[in-house]
C-alpha cells in the first residue's frame, strides 16, 4: 500500500477514534467520569488500555467494537499490514477502505463471513 494513503488513512482512523470517544463522552456520564479520572493520558489512548476496555463495554458495544476494529486497523499500519484481508491476503480496494477505513476483510471475504453468521 502506497505510504502517502496509508498516512492518510491513519489520519482518518486517530479522527474517527476521536470522534467516537468525543462523543461517548458526550452521551455518557460514566464513560466521561472515567476519561476525567485519566489526567495524564491522551483522551485517543484511553481506549487501548484493557482496563478501561472493560469499562467502555457498559457503554455501547457497536462503539467499543469500532474502537476495537480501528486499534486493529492502526496496529496493522505499524505492521505494514494494512490494506490486506485478514483472511485471504489479498488487497483491500483502495474505495473499500475510504468508505471503511477500520475494514481487515476484503469485500468477497466479508461477504462469505456475514452469509455464515446469517445461516448459524
Not at 462503539?63 to 480501528?70: M, Q, S
Not at 505494514?80 to 468477497?108: H, S, T, V
Amino acid at each position: 500500500m502506497e505510504k502517502e494513503f496509508t498516512e492518510k488513512m491513519k489520519q482518518s482512523l486517530l479522527d474517527l477514534k476521536k470522534q467516537i470517544i468525543d462523543q461517548l463522552m458526550a452521551n455518557s456520564s460514566d464513560f466521561r467520569q472515567i476519561v476525567e479520572s485519566m489526567e495524564a493520558k491522551d483522551v485517543i489512548d484511553i481506549a487501548s488500555d484493557d482496563i478501561d476496555r472493560k469499562m467502555l463495554d457498559a457503554v455501547g458495544s457497536k462503539d467499543v467494537n469500532r474502537l476495537k476494529l480501528i486499534d486493529s486497523a492502526l496496529t496493522r499500519i505499524e505492521q505494514g499490514k494494512y490494506g490486506l484481508c485478514m483472511k485471504c491476503g489479498k488487497k483491500i480496494p483502495k474505495e473499500r477502505l475510504k468508505a471503511i477505513p477500520y475494514a481487515l476483510l476484503c469485500i468477497d471475504c466479508k461477504t462469505a463471513d456475514e452469509k455464515r453468521k446469517r445461516s448459524e
